[in-house]
């Protein structure tokens, strides 16, 4: 299979990038990290030029190990902005690290006069099967009493939608509609990719994907996500389909051949070209993937509601199955003395972190012994830090979520059991 | 093939679709101890009508409410006090005796109490001049009002300078600048051989008129913004819906819960700070003004129309809750909410007059006032927000 399908691909999946940055600068120039200052700028602009690279094909490993490496950084700076998306692009790019995309109708091959060659099958395999474990493991989430019995969180975030035109007063209140949706999204997840694999059902099964998406993309504000999916999609195409739309191109890249009269590299003849390091990257592929396929699993491992605790929460391409709002505010306490004082949290954080931290527990615990520092520095002595928390899920009232008697500091930041948040009074069954 | 493929995946999402909806009704139907349970399409008209009424709120008629009934009144009642109080200055001024200062002094708290009632009204051109900045924030400095008034400052516009004008600001005038009556008289009646006037007048006048001013122009713009907030009510950052629950849980908890009893209390800073209590200088209003506030809060989280003791309430946010709230057990959340304010209403009244005195007695029953407060924020933050689903005033980020 030729190349030129990642090229099309990649093409559409970067132009999408361009906008992200974009916005990314907002948020950022809010964000608390001082430290980065203009550097975070700076780190943008080389996530940028390096996808613009990509796109074009040109010195393409380097460009996509930049990529991968800076647009990590980027996400890794403050986790308060993860997002299932922009890790799975870490991800993706991750993995293009060791993929010899650069063939067909890229500058790299332009300009070493090579003649494009063929890609081995399981590199675009490999895509092909890392969208799938996205997918499936989306749908697998979805198989949860709350998603399934009791359409949450849909039948919450659905009517609030009330001011879209036509269907916002009307479909998106009804009950029913919520229920289809929900179980239509699991289904949808769940079998899309087979859908996808599947010669036959391929076109229709693209439909779909972008039915869906779009849907989604005009119900929440999920940024660039659905049209990246839709044009990452297109990889399970053949690459006829691919040839086609890239002929439009073509017809546009001629005319400037012919203006600036460059020579047209060799032809189109397909040679075969065992790639040297090959085994080497097919090695840390699998690896990848057997990474990818436990990740998810590991919050089995833990005790107690994942969808209470969150433990094993994120990394796991569970999205949009909770709406989870908390308040959380901190009780500095003077352990000899017993005076306390609680903590306004405007003086720390960004509202938006403030409402990330409210309901996420490894966030509140980095939180509490940031603030357990930060007034031991100001001469604070023997302190204690108590959270008073209180957290609402899918459309539950709103229970006590931290363990108000247990001093926070007491409490190292790992991977072990949260045993100071308090257990979850309701029941969800399901993954 | 696959179009056989499609059509079976149609059907199973329908027939899924449709048993579960069966789940839902049959729920219902125990209830309601219906039996017939034989067409599904009967099963499914009624569980969409049921939910049908669902459609029906109308957010235009909640915001006509709020403006008509709520906000427009209650400004205009404000405005009215604030004239009185504006002009018993002016009449101060001309007659300076013990009988013109404590009418003053009258007008002032029945303008700060009717203060109380639009504080929470942070929208529009008031938010645009920062007026609930510029009429109540306190402690006053009270430094710097002593340096405005010996330099006779006419323009009080700087920032810097919100810290010296308004209620708190007359209190300090009126009543902090010392406590025996007749010593308080004297610094109105003692002319400045420079300028052959007298400073604390001239800074009294221009405090009060300034307030008088700010408030013309909010209650002006309210005539042409009540139509704009009306239409505004789809559910974005920026619709006046949005906007408002912002503001009134905003207000809730920092307006009332921190600024009235938290601050002074000591709850952010570890001691007590009752020179942080409303009315510091009049003293024994506090617990007053704070009632008034949380009267007010009360009253319009129930649609009771402004200044109107008959009248059936209109629809407000326990309206809104109500209809979107699905059946919990027992208690409703607006309910709830409403017990709440009631516990804090009765814990404020336990309370002394004079919260420097409460704090100097017992600050226990502050602080623990203060935590009954604290339980209504966390219902209508999390529990309303959620129920109601508005976004809280976060910056706009992608979600997913």
Not at chain 1, 208 to 230: A, K
Not at chain 1, 368 to 395: C, P, R, T, W
Not at chain 2, 246 to 256: A, R, V
Not at chain 2, 289 to 299: D, Q, Y
Request: charged share 20%.
């Amino acid at each position: 299979m030729l190349i030129s399908v990642v090229r099309f691909w990649i093409n559409g999946w970067i132009k999408s990038l361009y906008i992200e940055p974009k916005f990314h600068f907002t948020y950022y120039g809010f964000s608390w990290i001082k430290d980065l200052g203009d550097f975070t700028y700076i780190l943008f602009v080389i996530c940028g030029l390096s996808s613009l690279f990509i796109a074009l094909g040109y010195k393409y490993r380097i460009s996509i190990i930049i990529f991968f490496l800076s647009f990590s950084y980027i996400e890794l700076i403050d986790k308060t902005t993860y997002l299932n998306h922009y890790y799975f692009i870490s991800c993706l790019s991750f993995l293009m690290c060791f993929l010899p995309l650069n063939s067909t109708y890229s500058l790299d091959n332009y300009l070493s006069n090579k003649s494009p060659t063929k890609v081995p099958k399981w590199t675009i395999d490999s895509i092909k099967f890392f969208v799938c474990i996205i997918y499936f493991y989306a749908g697998l989430a979805k198989i949860n009493s709350d998603w399934l019995f009791k359409a949450m969180p849909l039948s919450i975030w659905l009517p609030s939608k009330y001011d879209l035109p036509i269907i916002g007063n009307s479909l998106m209140q009804q009950e029913w509609v919520h229920y289809l949706m929900s179980w239509g999204g699991m289904f949808y997840d769940l079998l899309i990719p087979f859908l996808l694999l599947n010669k036959k059902t391929r076109s229709y099964a693209f439909v779909l994907v972008v039915f869906f998406h779009v849907f989604t993309r005009v119900l929440f504000p999920i940024g660039m996500f659905p049209y990246i999916m839709i044009i990452i999609s297109l990889i399970f195409f053949d690459n006829k389909t691919h040839h086609k739309i890239l002929s439009y191109f073509k017809i546009i890249t001629d005319y400037f051949r012919k203006v600036l009269s460059l020579p047209l590299p060799l032809n189109l003849t397909l040679k075969e070209k065992k790639l040297s390091s090959n085994n080497y990257s097919l090695f840390i592929v699998l690896l990848f993937f057997l990474f990818q396929l436990l990740l998810p699993l590991r919050s089995f491992l833990y005790p107690g509601e994942l969808f209470w605790k969150e433990q094993g929460y994120r990394f796991s391409w569970r999205v949009m199955l909770i709406e989870k709002m908390g308040y959380t505010v901190f009780k500095i306490k003077n352990s000899v003395t017993g005076s306390y004082f609680y903590v306004d949290n405007q003086d720390f954080l960004t509202p938006f972190q403030e409402k990330q931290m409210s309901f996420q527990p490894d966030f509140i615990l980095e939180y509490a012994h940031h603030l357990g520092s930060h007034f031991g520095k100001m001469g604070h002595q023997n302190i204690e830090v108590y959270a008073d928390s209180h957290v609402s899920l899918n459309g539950r009232r709103s229970a006590r979520f931290v363990n108000q008697e247990i001093d926070l500091l007491t409490q190292k930041r790992s991977l072990k059991n949260y045993s100071w948040i308090l257990p979850f009074t309701d029941e969800i069954n399901g993954f | 093939m696959f179009r056989k493929f499609i059509l079976l995946l149609l059907l199973v999402f329908f027939v899924t679709c449709s048993k579960d909806s069966d789940n839902l009704v049959e729920d219902d139907l125990v209830e309601n101890s219906l039996t017939d349970s034989s067409s599904e399409n009967g099963n499914e008209t009624d569980s969409s009508s049921e939910a049908g009424n669902k459609t029906n709120f109308n957010r235009e008629s909640m915001l006509t409410f709020w403006a008509d009934s709520l906000i427009i009144p209650s400004q205009i009642k404000f405005e009215k006090e604030m004239q009185i109080l504006d002009e018993s200055i002016i009449e101060f001024a001309k007659t300076t005796n013990k009988e013109s200062l404590n009418s003053v002094r009258l007008n002032w708290l029945k303008a700060y109490k009717a203060w109380q009632h639009i504080e929470m009204f942070n929208i529009g051109k008031a938010e645009e001049i920062y007026y609930p900045f510029r009429m109540n924030i306190y402690p006053v400095n009270s430094a710097r009002v002593e340096n405005n008034v010996s330099k006779r400052i006419e323009n009080i516009e700087n920032p810097n300078d919100y810290s010296c004008q308004g209620f708190p600001a007359l209190d300090y005038l009126l009543f902090g600048l010392n406590s025996d009556q007749e010593e308080l008289l004297k610094k109105y009646t003692t002319v400045d051989p420079s300028n052959d006037n007298n400073n604390y007048m001239n800074y009294l006048l221009i405090v009060s008129n300034k307030m008088l001013e700010l408030t013309n122009t909010v209650v002006i713009d309210w005539q042409t913004y009540r139509n704009t907030f009306i239409a505004s009510t789809e559910n974005t950052m920026t619709s006046s819906i949005n906007k408002f629950t912002n503001d009134f849980i905003y207000y809730y908890e920092k307006g009332f819960r921190a600024n009235k009893i938290g601050i002074p209390a000591g709850v952010f800073s570890g001691g007590v700070l009752p020179d942080r209590a409303e009315a510091y200088y009049k003293k024994n209003v506090s617990k007053e003004l704070s009632l008034e506030a949380l009267k007010a809060i009360t009253n319009f989280f129930i649609g009771k129309p402004f200044g109107d003791n008959n009248s059936e309430t209109g629809i407000s946010f326990k309206h809104y809750i109500e209809f979107f709230e699905t059946k919990k057990d027992g208690i409703s959340l607006a309910e709830l909410i409403l017990k709440q304010f009631d516990l804090s209403k009765e814990s404020i009244n336990k309370l002394n007059d004079d919260f420097t005195i409460q704090l100097d007695n017992n600050k226990m029953d502050m602080l623990i006032t203060y935590d009954i407060i604290q339980k209504a924020v966390v219902l209508m933050k999390v529990d309303m927000l959620q129920a109601i689903n508005i976004n809280v005033d976060y910056q706009d980020a992608d979600g997913d």
